[in-house]
């Protein structure tokens, strides 16, 4: 132990001043520097240079878990303890999560749909099971308002639309990117939240034109759109937290870049057997 203390700080300071101080001979201790690095120590160094690595290219959001997991991947038999510990001891961390704290959902102005979705969220194919959310991000400029659509079957994001007003066009331009995109064919559900953007004319009439069937959250309920959650969450967390926006053009950019290039493309989800959604639906192709 002692060794190893010098050792560390051997360019701070004078090894000869060290050992006096610490009482033990300067011979032991070069004797000791120039012994074989054990195989356990050995082991550390190469894995803590691959949790490096995966740590930097998912941009710092990855914690011990998701890292334990892209080793086994690449066939680096560890166990979750053992990265856990390296990470600490090289300080680094994944994102932690944030508590919910549900918005104020004041009663919808337009009548609303029942709730066929009814947390069910597993869909069997692609572009069978739409959900949809809106949130907000701040820049110096003001707020942002963003709006997604993702496909239930594999937690890709399909359509999105961001704008410094939440009006009802916000959720109707992801809708029609999302539907310019996907093309879907078939018996379509979506599903959504109370707000006003949903519930208005406008929305529910481009959802009766391509003949999707409209499913809502019931009031008060987030859990009833929890993969939308989800999604918000770890944008802000992965992404937005700690940054400053100086301009709405900004951040249109990073989020653009956050969902295409990572969320959709890299990501692993657990959901998905540690797979990106784009991925998912590579390899389940053949499947649908």
Known sequence: MRYACIHRRRHQHSIRRMCRLLRVSRSGYYDWSQRAESARSRRDRELLLLIRQIHLESNGVYGAR?????????????????VARLMKADHLKGCPKRRFRSPPNDAPQHPVAANVLNQD??????????????????????????AVVMDLYSRRIVGWAMDRRVGRHLPIEALTMALG???????????????????????RDVLEKHGIECSMSARGHCYDNAPLESFFSLLKRERVRGRTYKTRQEAKADIFDYIERFYNRTRSHSYLGYLSPVQYENQTSGLI
């Not at 991947?73 to 560890?78: I, R, T, W, Y």
């Not at 995109?181 to 109370?194: F, I, M, N, V």
């Open 181 to 203: 995109y996907r093309q879907p064919e078939g018996a379509l559900l979506h599903h959504s939240d109370r707000g006003p953007q949903y519930t208005s004319d406008d929305f």
């Open 121 to 146: 969220f597993k869909a069997d194919k692609r572009n069978q099971r739409w959900g949809s959310d809106i949130t907000q991000l701040w820049t110096k400029q003001g707020w942002l308002y963003l």
């Open 66 to 82: 998701k890292i334990q997991r892209v080793l086994l991947d690449l066939g680096e038999d560890v166990g979750l303890n053992r």
